[in-house]
C-alpha cells in the first residue's frame, strides 16, 4: 500500500500545483489524532469533462482506509465541482516478482465504485 501513490513531498507538491484547484485534505479522528491524508486536484489537460484527479491517498492503518476513503469521495462530490473523479494506481513488484498494483488495495477501491480501464 505504501508504494500506490505519489509519496514523494516535492513531486506530490508539483503535480497538485500543476493541475488546477489544488485540495489537501487531512483525516482526522473523534480524538483530534490524524488518521490520513489525501490530494487532489482538477486535470487541466482533459477538456472532456472536469475530471478531478487523487494524486495521493494514506492512511495511517488499514482500519481506517476504507471509511476515510468513503468520507473524502462523499466530501468531493458534495463540494467540489466536477463529472468525475480519478484514482491512479502505480504498479509495483510483490514477493512472487509480478508487477501489478496492491491487489488488497485495488479491491478496497473497486468496492467504491472505482474501475479500471
Not at 483525516?27 to 486535470?43: E, H, L, M, P, Q
Amino acid at each position: 500500500m505504501k508504494n500506490s501513490f505519489v509519496s514523494d513531498g516535492e513531486d506530490l507538491l508539483a503535480r497538485a500545483n500543476n493541475g488546477q484547484d489544488p485540495i489537501w485534505f487531512e483525516f482526522v479522528d473523534s480524538s483530534n489524532k490524524r488518521t490520513g491524508f489525501a490530494v487532489a486536484n482538477i486535470d487541466n489537460g482533459y477538456f472532456a469533462a472536469r475530471r478531478l484527479v487523487i494524486l495521493h491517498y494514506s492512511s495511517l492503518d488499514r482500519e481506517h482506509f476504507g471509511p476515510n476513503l468513503d468520507d473524502f469521495v462523499k466530501y468531493l462530490w458534495e463540494n467540489i465541482d466536477c463529472d468525475e473523479i480519478k484514482i491512479s494506481l502505480y504498479h509495483m513488484e510483490d514477493d512472487q516478482d509480478n508487477i501489478g498494483p496492491d491487489k488488497e488495495l485495488q479491491d478496497m477501491i473497486k468496492k467504491r465504485g472505482f474501475r479500471w480501464k
